[in-house]
Nanobody, 117 residues
Framework: QVQLVESGGGLVQPGGSLRLSCTTS????????MGWGRQAPGKERELVAG???????NYGDSVKGRFTVSRDNAKNTMYLQMNSLKPEDTAVYYC???????????WGQGTQVTVSS
């Protein structure tokens, strides 16, 4: 039983910004890889951003240059700063925590991000 809690979603205008947060009480946070995925109705879940325990980041092609992922191990928190939002960014955003060895892989329940047209 692992709890990952996302916050910061909401409704914004095109071109606006949001900052998502993901927190956990698990002591394994600092040694886990973290990331964000998203899923829109009728579409498969896709990578948004990832960050390893060493701080290496990667991004999906559609968000490069607009989104930034970061982590604060002292607070057991991961962030996703989203700028220049587009209607195509509308989706449920999920927090992910996994071991790079493949021993575990957990997902949060998600937070809705809606960019109005």
């Amino acid at each position: 039983q692992v709890q990952l809690v996302e916050s910061g979603g909401g409704l914004v205008q095109p071109g606006g910004s949001l900052r998502l947060s993901c927190t956990t009480s698990r002591i394994t946070f600092s040694i886990s890889a973290m990331g964000w995925g998203r899923q829109a109705p009728g579409k498969e879940r896709e990578l948004v951003a990832g960050i390893t325990k060493r701080g290496t980041t990667n991004y999906g092609d559609s968000v490069k240059g607009r989104f930034t992922v970061s982590r604060d191990n002292a607070k057991n928190t991961m962030y996703l700063q989203m700028n220049s939002l587009k209607p195509e960014d509308t989706a449920v955003y999920y927090c992910r925590m996994w071991s790079e060895s493949g021993y575990y892989d957990y997902w949060g329940q998600g937070t809705q991000v809606t960019v109005s047209s």
